[in-house]
């Protein structure tokens, strides 16, 4: 089982994937190749310390989120090397060259990354959505192996490797709030201590720069205890906006036909401690079958 999860910043895969990870690793142990992509060099999203300052600071905090959860971790870099710069509000080549070599080079199972709001009166952070946008558009090229050898050359073009194009699920986003749905939903109580631990890890995030945005419910946190209880609130109300119970922790995804269409048993097998709800699952069902034209 081989997962990538793209997302924009440093901390956002901890709010939202972080939980069925960790499931995952406990199921399949060395089996388990879990691995997570950040975007943006985090240098922009701070209100007292320099970008340079930020960006090392942020950098360290995701190496050390990766040490505790055990999956790899990858800055991504332009062609020439440079990471992308925080706010990255406008789709370049460079973004999708940069995702199709990254995604090829891991060749992953399931793809998870932000999803694109349908409802104009969401709310929406750019970053975000340049990220799920440039998603969705380099899925075909995937196994296109010449689609991108303008910035990455190879030595011959008459050789080219297949790979395999994943199943892609947009993730829940806190940032759309009242344009959020699912499909999956995982019970990731019985890992939410990693959870927290991780992006306890963020502390110029958590302790800093979102109680400073204030939108975002949180206020500083004296020690990992408290952490705790202000994500015990946070999953709560991402339960009461997709309807889940609350007082326990889930991640929700939606499934996309961006990638590969799975079948519903394949992911009933892949996905751990999946909560099942008849009417959610059969519109999943009908999705997957119309998709696939059975």
Same mark, same amino acid.
């Given at each position: ?34 691995? *997570? ?9 701070? +209100? %007292?310390? &320099? ?10 905090? +995701? ?18 090397? +440079? ?20 995604? =090829? ?31 969705? =558009? ?9 689609? %991108? ?15 395999? &194009? ?37 502390? #110029? ?26 994500? =015990? ?12 119970? *609350? ?5 929700? %995804? ?13 992911? #009933? ?10 009417? =959610? ?14």
């Amino acid at each position: 089982m081989r997962v990538l999860h793209v997302h924009a910043h440093f901390d956002d895969f901890e709010f939202v994937a972080a939980g069925t990870f960790e499931l995952w690793r406990r199921r399949l142990g060395a089996e388990f190749h879990g691995k *997570i992509v950040v975007c943006t060099d985090g240098r922009s999203g701070h +209100q %007292f310390r &320099t970008r340079e300052e930020t960006a090392r600071m942020r950098l360290a905090e +995701q190496e050390a989120s990766a040490r505790l959860g055990g999956y790899g971790f990858e800055l991504l870099r332009k062609p020439d090397g +440079q990471p992308f710069e925080e706010a990255c509000r406008v789709l370049t080549t460079d973004l999708l060259a940069a995702l199709w070599k990254t995604i =090829r080079e891991f060749e992953p199972d399931y793809l998870l990354c932000p999803p694109l709001p349908l409802d104009n009166l969401a709310g929406v952070h750019p970053d975000h959505i340049t990220v799920a946008e440039a998603v969705r =558009r380099v899925a075909y090229m995937i196994n296109v192996p010449h689609a %991108f050898l303008g910035e990455y050359t190879v030595a011959d073009e008459t050789k080219s490797r297949w790979v395999g &194009t994943p199943v892609i699920l947009n993730t829940y986003d806190g940032y759309m709030t009242g344009a959020n749905g699912c499909d999956l939903v995982v019970n990731v109580e019985e890992a939410f201590d990693v959870i927290a631990a991780e992006s306890w890890c963020h502390q #110029s995030q958590i302790n800093e720069w979102l109680p400073w945005v204030a939108r975002h419910h949180i206020e500083p946190t004296a020690d990992l205890a408290a952490w705790k209880a202000k994500l =015990r609130g946070r999953f709560d109300r991402q339960a009461r906006e997709l309807g889940l119970p *609350i007082g326990r922790a889930h991640e929700a %995804f939606t499934v996309t036909a961006w990638g590969s269409v799975p079948t519903f048993a394949d992911l #009933s097998r892949d996905f751990p401690h999946l909560v099942s709800d008849p009417a =959610r699952d059969a519109r999943l069902w009908d999705r997957l079958r119309r998709w696939s034209g059975t």
